[in-house]
Every structure is written in structure tokens, then in C-alpha cells.
């Protein structure tokens, strides 16, 4: 029978170290995802002022040289008010048509939804569509089905 060679206790070998590094590494970007995982998603939080549609395939929202559309939003999200009206303007040169309409954010599942007053001051809504958003630095989309809508806030010179 061989004798078992008996480890060198203090400082561990090679192979040791690095299956202990290797370890350590693998704690470490487990731990760093689940604590990203823990932060919860704010959402679209600045859906506030003048947008204007920097492209489009909605057909709610047909892009086409001689138009450009602009949602106004007002004070839009704020203090945990999340619906209220939306001015969406139609500029057709030198043309300006104004629809006044009315929205809701749901955060939970970040949805938009646009539609139509019933009456003035009701406040029962029918809505024209519902969509998906997203936003980073630079824009928001509005996204529902094969469809997206790029919103980029628009400059005072804009409108």
C-alpha cells in the first residue's frame, strides 16, 4: 500500500490557489449581479414637456416629409400624478392641427396609454393604443407590436 503524501500545511499550492481565486471569483460576480438585481427599475420618470417624433412606423403616427408631429405632455409625470392631458400637434407647413388627448402611465408594467376624452371633464377615457416604453439619454420609444415611435425632446426652436 502507497503512503498518501500529506499536505504541506501554511501556504497552499498552486493548483489550490487558483481553484480558491477561481472561487472567490465566481462569489463575487454572483454577488455583484443579484445586488444589480436588487435595484429596482425606476422607469420613465422625466415623461414631462415637448416631444417631438423623431421617426416613426406607428400608423397613429405617419411620418412624411411635409409633417412633423409634437406631444406636449405638460408637467406630465410628477409627485406621483401619472395620467393627465397631452396636446399631440400635427404641423403640415404652414398648417398646425392640435388634438388635445388624454394619458396614463402605469410604472408597473411601463405602459403608456393614450386615448380620447368621452366628455370635458370626464373622466372616462377610450383609448387609441397602448404602448411599451423605454427611454435612455437621448430618447424615449414608444414601442406596441412590429411598431416604435422615437420621441426626442424638442428644442423651443423646434415648435
Known amino acids: 500500500m502507497k503512503k498518501q503524501p500529506k499536505p504541506v500545511q501554511g501556504i497552499p499550492r498552486k493548483r ?6 477561481s472561487v472567490i471569483a465566481i462569489i463575487c460576480v454572483i454577488t455583484t449581479q443579484l445586488s444589480f438585481a436588487d435595484v429596482p427599475d425606476r422607469g420613465i420618470e422625466s415623461l414631462s414637456g415637448m416631444y417631438q417624433v423623431a421617426s416613426s ?5 405617419p411620418m412624411d416629409r411635409q409633417q412633423e408631429w409634437f406631444l406636449d405632455f405638460g408637467k406630465g409625470i410628477h409627485g406621483g ?5 397631452v396636446a399631440v400637434s400635427l404641423r403640415e407647413n404652414p398648417n398646425v392641427t392640435v388634438r388635445i388627448l388624454v394619458w396614463q402611465y ?3 408594467k411601463k405602459a403608456l ?3 380620447n376624452q368621452t366628455a370635458e371633464g370626464s ?10 416604453l423605454t427611454n435612455d439619454s437621448d430618447a424615449i420609444f414608444l ?5 416604435t415611435i422615437v420621441l426626442a425632446r424638442a428644442a423651443p426652436e423646434d415648435y
Open 16 to 21: 489550490e490557489f487558483r481553484i480558491l481565486a
Open 57 to 61: 412606423n406607428d400608423p397613429l403616427f
Open 81 to 85: 400624478v401619472t395620467s393627465g392631458k
Open 106 to 108: 402605469f410604472p408597473e
Open 113 to 115: 396609454l393614450i386615448g
Open 123 to 132: 373622466g372616462r377615457a377610450v383609448a387609441k393604443s397602448a404602448w411599451t
Open 143 to 147: 414601442v406596441r407590436g412590429r411598431c
